[in-house]
């Protein structure tokens, strides 16, 4: 499989796969020595009381944060955007159908428990099963046949060729735990830090792993996240010391964090974008006028400009940034034009249209105020959104995917994984319920492609399909922006998404 073309940027969008038939050795390094030792308090959005630790329920950074710091993976996307073996040791393929994993042997879990093969088996299933609820469900579906071929090998059989296919395993989803491990609410991993309380919505504690088996890692000795919803909180605490890292840092502070020679901003470019969903399934977004209607009426460079203050880059309502290899840039870059959305309106048989906007802070913490400009410039064509403010709390459960039109916020993923959970028909994820016969097909020629031109055109095709009939309204790839105390070391930004691709916990260390 030699025409397989590799090629991994910064920003997290891998687009091609390591070549198969490939053995990876791991290799981590560090610019600085860490020091052992202390506590690491982290005041942290994502967090609400519907939160469990079963991974197939995994949607906020509270239940990802904690799963990658109990548990490991099998492999790790590093900052620099490289794909590492993690506890999958090496992997072979010859044609992206068929592979061998070959786990790491020596791996203890916290109840003592040494890793094998059947673990991994039993964890790649509970996303896989006919009866899952797995967010994952789709991605790991396409698995047809997975086996255990020996006490530390594991062999799998896709349902078509995936040249990037071992990208999906470091979906956030895919945590490795015992074999028939159910108790949830004591996750129980092979990771840097063994969990000692969780309390959803909360609070989790940590305790550092003294086994663990990356001696390069998992630096400091027991670690306290307090999940604090509200962005001023949070900045009070980092201010007043009583944290050392938050997260999803409002934009409109960023120049005060600057200024302040205690603490540092840790910037992500271009890690997430943010959507405004219009349900496939409901009327009035089920008419494609309507959705175009209301991409032309969206003033995106205000919001940029304005809302963002320039920590960011333009979408055109599409998932893929301008800076992935696979970007189509011979698409129109969709701007604010009233006329067109009006010529959409009445093609769609009326004069003007009345909506509610369903928004919230846990997409993202500007989507309010993004929301309002979106309000604000509507109306001039002929669009009336009624904005209405939904609490982080449940938001994930009682708004997402069940409101005709509602903000939505998405990590970086491998191309193949950004078009088949958002957009395939019967993901678990596709939160627009968006089906296209067309784009299905196009997306399983792309994954099975090799050769990186094609592939590059064909995902270029499924850019045009979105962006003139799809269900999202992109005005924005936003920046993450976190913030730390000075004391924090090797906190690097990732282009997974913020607190380092969620690996905050075991990457960085405190320097008294």
């Given at each position: 499989?030699?025409?397989?073309?590799?090629?991994?940027?910064?920003?997290?969008?891998?687009?091609?796969?390591?070549?198969?038939?490939?053995?990876?050795?791991?290799?981590v390094?560090?610019?600085?020595?860490p020091?052992?030792?202390?506590?690491?308090?982290?005041?942290?959005?994502?967090?609400?009381s519907?939160?469990?630790?079963?991974?197939?329920?995994?949607?906020?950074?509270?239940?990802?944060v904690?799963?990658?710091?109990?548990?490991?993976?099998?492999?790790?996307?590093?900052?620099?955007?490289?794909?590492?073996?993690?506890?999958?040791?090496?992997?072979?393929?010859?044609?992206?159908?068929?592979?061998?994993?070959?786990?790491?042997?020596?791996?203890?879990?916290?109840?003592?428990?040494?890793?094998?093969?059947?673990?991994?088996?039993?964890?790649?299933?509970?996303?896989?099963?006919?009866?899952?609820?797995?967010?994952?469900?789709?991605?790991?579906?396409?698995?047809?046949?997975?086996?255990?071929?020996?006490?530390?090998?594991?062999?799998l059989?896709?349902?078509s060729?995936?040249?990037?296919?071992?990208?999906?395993f470091?979906?956030?989803h895919?945590?490795?735990?015992?074999?028939?491990?159910?108790?949830?609410?004591?996750?129980t991993?092979?990771?840097?830090?063994?969990?000692?309380?969780?309390?959803?919505?909360?609070r989790?504690?940590?305790?550092?792993?003294?086994?663990?088996?990356?001696?390069d890692?998992?630096?400091?000795?027991?670690v306290?996240?307090?999940?604090?919803?509200?962005?001023t909180?949070?900045?009070?605490?980092?201010?007043?010391?009583k944290?050392?890292?938050?997260?999803?840092?409002d934009?409109?502070v960023?120049?005060?964090?600057?200024?302040?020679?205690?603490?540092?901003?840790?910037?992500?470019?271009?890690?997430?974008?943010?959507?405004?969903?219009?349900?496939?399934?409901?009327?009035?977004?089920?008419?494609?006028?309507?959705?175009?209607?209301?991409?032309?009426?969206?003033?995106?460079?205000?919001?940029?400009?304005v809302?963002?203050?320039?920590?960011g880059?333009?979408?055109?309502?599409?998932?893929?940034?301008?800076?992935?290899?696979?970007?189509?840039?011979?698409?129109?870059?969709r701007?604010?034009?009233?006329?067109?959305?009006?010529?959409?309106?009445?093609?769609?048989?009326?004069?003007?249209?009345?909506?509610?906007l369903?928004?919230?802070?846990?997409?993202?913490?500007?989507a309010?105020?993004?929301?309002?400009?979106?309000?604000?410039?509507?109306?001039?064509?002929?669009?009336?959104?009624?904005?209405?403010?939904?609490?982080a709390?449940?938001?994930?459960?009682?708004?997402?995917?069940?409101?005709?039109?509602?903000?939505?916020?998405?990590?970086?993923?491998?191309?193949?994984q950004?078009?088949?959970?958002?957009y395939g028909?019967?993901?678990?994820?596709?939160?627009?319920?968006?089906?296209?016969?067309?784009?299905d097909?196009?997306?399983?020629?792309?994954?099975?492609?090799?050769?990186?031109?094609?592939?590059?055109?064909?995902?270029?095709?499924?850019?045009?399909?979105?962006?003139?009939?799809?269900?999202?309204v992109?005005?924005?790839?936003?920046?993450?922006?976190?913030?730390?105390?000075?004391?924090?070391?090797?906190f690097?930004?990732?282009?997974?998404?913020?607190?380092s691709?969620?690996?905050?916990?075991?990457?960085?260390?405190?320097?008294?």
């Amino acid at each position: 499989m030699s025409n397989c073309i590799s090629s991994l940027t910064r920003r997290g969008f891998l687009a091609g796969s390591t070549a198969a038939g490939l053995l990876l050795p791991l290799g981590v390094s560090w610019a600085a020595e860490p020091r052992k030792g202390g506590e690491l308090r982290i005041a942290m959005a994502g967090g609400s009381s519907d939160n469990s630790l079963d991974p197939r329920a995994f949607t906020q950074q509270m239940q990802r944060v904690v799963g990658v710091a109990v548990c490991n993976q099998l492999v790790e996307i590093l900052p620099d955007g490289t794909l590492v073996p993690e506890l999958a040791e090496s992997w072979e393929s010859t044609d992206a159908i068929n592979w061998i994993l070959r786990i790491r042997k020596d791996v203890l879990f916290h109840n003592g428990k040494s890793l094998d093969a059947e673990d991994v088996v039993y964890s790649v299933n509970l996303h896989r099963s006919e009866d899952s609820t797995s967010g994952a469900k789709s991605l790991f579906g396409v698995i047809a046949e997975l086996t255990a071929t020996g006490s530390h090998e594991v062999t799998l059989k896709l349902d078509s060729a995936n040249a990037e296919f071992m990208r999906t395993f470091a979906d956030y989803h895919a945590m490795i735990v015992p074999k028939g491990f159910e108790d949830w609410a004591n996750l129980t991993g092979t990771g840097g830090y063994i969990l000692e309380s969780f309390e959803p919505g909360i609070r989790a504690t940590l305790k550092r792993n003294p086994d663990y088996w990356k001696t390069d890692r998992a630096h400091v000795e027991r670690v306290e996240i307090t999940v604090v919803n509200d962005p001023t909180a949070r900045v009070a605490a980092l201010q007043s010391g009583k944290a050392d890292i938050i997260n999803q840092l409002d934009r409109k502070v960023a120049a005060f964090i600057n200024r302040n020679d205690a603490l540092e901003l840790v910037r992500s470019p271009g890690a997430v974008h943010w959507t405004f969903i219009c349900a496939f399934n409901a009327k009035p977004t089920d008419d494609n006028h309507i959705r175009e209607a209301l991409k032309y009426g969206c003033d995106r460079k205000l919001m940029l400009d304005v809302v963002m203050g320039g920590l960011g880059s333009l979408g055109n309502d599409h998932p893929i940034s301008p800076d992935n290899p696979y970007y189509n840039g011979a698409l129109e870059q969709r701007g604010f034009d009233p006329d067109r959305a009006r010529f959409h309106l009445k093609e769609a048989g009326i004069e003007t249209l009345s909506l509610e906007l369903y928004t919230s802070d846990a997409a993202l913490p500007e989507a309010v105020s993004l929301s309002e400009v979106y309000q604000s410039k509507a109306g001039a064509a002929g669009i009336n959104l009624n904005v209405i403010r939904r609490p982080a709390d449940g938001y994930w459960s009682d708004t997402w995917m069940k409101k005709p039109f509602a903000v939505s916020s998405w990590l970086n993923r491998p191309i193949d994984q950004t078009f088949s959970l958002i957009y395939g028909t019967g993901s678990a994820w596709n939160e627009s319920y968006w089906s296209n016969e067309r784009f299905d097909k196009l997306l399983a020629e792309g994954k099975a492609t090799l050769d990186f031109d094609k592939r590059k055109e064909i995902y270029g095709e499924l850019q045009k399909i979105l962006h003139e009939e799809g269900p999202s309204v992109i005005p924005i790839f936003a920046d993450f922006l976190d913030a730390k105390s000075i004391r924090v070391k090797g906190f690097e930004p990732s282009g997974v998404s913020d607190l380092s691709g969620d690996r905050v916990i075991e990457r960085v260390w405190i320097e008294e």
